[in-house]
């Protein structure tokens, strides 16, 4: 409990305040180190099987996760979050480099096979993600 009084001059009363706070629960602090991030899609044979991406690092504001020993199909797919569909991204939410992909009605959409791995990087501004970039490396 925290109690601030701020008094005005001697003389008049009206510039006098005293203001009490208390603390009722816990302030939750979003941090994105804790979240989760999947794939989800046809690549992998169905919408209902999620491959999780691993955090990596944190520098700033910035974040990086990463699945490794990817193997898509030709197929469709998204990165959501906690496994739901509440958020999502697909094409056009994120900038996509190392494998080409075309927009499939918002899912991001590959021709061919791929295998390697793949790093999911943002900024975070305190409630959401920002500057998000999909990065894909082939494996050799």
Excluded: C
């Excluded at 944190?58 to 990463?66: A, T």
């Excluded at 906690?82 to 056009?92: I, N, T, V, Y």
């Excluded at 499939?104 to 061919?112: E, Q, S, V």
């Amino acid at each position: 409990k925290i109690t601030l009084e701020f008094v005005g001059p001697a003389a008049t009363t009206q510039d006098s305040y005293k203001y009490t706070v208390e603390k009722t629960k816990e302030l939750a602090v979003l941090d994105p180190a804790t979240f989760v991030y999947s794939f989800i899609g046809s690549v992998k044979g169905n919408w209902d099987t999620d491959i999780d991406l691993a955090y990596v690092s944190k520098e700033g504001d910035h974040y990086v996760f990463e699945a490794k020993n990817l193997d898509f199909a030709a197929g469709e797919f998204k990165v959501r979050f906690g496994h739901d569909w509440a958020k999502s991204f697909g094409f056009g939410a994120m900038e996509v480099k190392g494998l080409t992909v075309a927009d499939a009605g918002g899912n991001l959409k590959i021709d061919a096979p791929f295998k390697g791995s793949a790093k999911f990087e943002f900024d975070w501004d305190g409630s959401a993600e920002k500057n998000i970039v999909l990065t894909f490396t082939a494996a050799e």
